[in-house]
């Protein structure tokens, strides 16, 4: 399969657990977005990463949240101390080009709950 | 700051009726614009794009859209729905820094018999 892969698909937490999102980009792709989807409230921006480097992190909480790119292996969204209201859909998609005129591809996400 | 909105949270058409989905924008100079289509539980795929040009842009699955500045619009169109077209269609712009896609909240469409 050669589109976005975002694992685990589903992730359950505890209140104060940590959460940790893995997004594989397409082959070839060294630009990676993070966004969060909440009923009804569209995509929101997180993070945009390439390869070691974080870009743009304008829509990131400032606490507990974090993301990274490393020069090998997937891109990670960490969540320390998961609380209710971080349950939702996160989103990767990556891009080949830095260009704004690149298409991002995204993947099918990672559905968060926390109990 | 670039903002884009859909008026429009939920419409209804019959199937083999016409579509249009809208979409405002707020930018200051020449919008990169996008359709993305989300069917439930799954990701968003591209439906079309506008950089420049022409300012009537084809897509696939029989979408279109229209640019008007003056109007700072990016409406999307189709001819004649399926019902396999009942999903959720968000409008995009790119940020002035190039480095994220600003989405709207979103319309869903649900196609009646």
């Known amino acids: 399969n050669a589109g976005v892969m975002q694992n685990p698909r589903h992730l359950v937490r505890r209140r104060g657990q940590e959460a940790r999102l893995r997004c594989s980009p397409m082959k070839g792709h060294s630009h990676v977005y993070w966004y969060r989807q909440l009923p009804e409230e569209g995509l929101k921006f997180m993070v945009y990463?390439?390869?070691?480097?974080?870009?743009?992190e304008s829509g990131m909480p400032k606490e507990r949240f974090s993301a990274e790119f490393p020069k090998e292996g997937p891109s990670i969204l960490r969540i320390q101390q998961v609380v209710r209201g971080d349950s939702a859909a996160y989103f990767c998609a990556s891009s080949l080009s830095d260009s704004h005129t690149g298409e991002l591809f995204f993947g099918e996400g990672s559905r968060l709950t926390v109990l | 700051a670039q903002s884009v909105t859909q008026p429009d949270i939920h419409i209804t058409v019959s199937e083999g009726a016409s579509l249009e989905l809208r979409c405002n924008y707020s930018?200051?100079?020449?919008?990169?614009l996008f359709w993305y289509v989300q069917s439930p539980g799954q990701g968003l795929q591209l439906l079309l794009k506008y950089f420049s040009g022409d300012t009537l842009v084809q897509g696939i699955k029989g979408f279109e859209a229209e640019f008007k500045r003056s109007q700072s619009s990016f409406n999307l169109r189709k001819p004649s729905v399926h019902w396999s077209d009942a999903a959720e269609y968000f409008c995009?712009?790119?940020?002035?820094?190039?480095?994220?896609?600003?989405f709207g909240k979103g319309t869903t469409l649900s196609v009646s018999s």
């Open positions: 995009a712009v790119f940020n002035q820094a190039g480095t994220a896609l600003i």
């Open positions: 990463l390439q390869k070691e480097n974080i870009i743009d």
């Open positions: 930018y200051g100079a020449t919008p990169y």
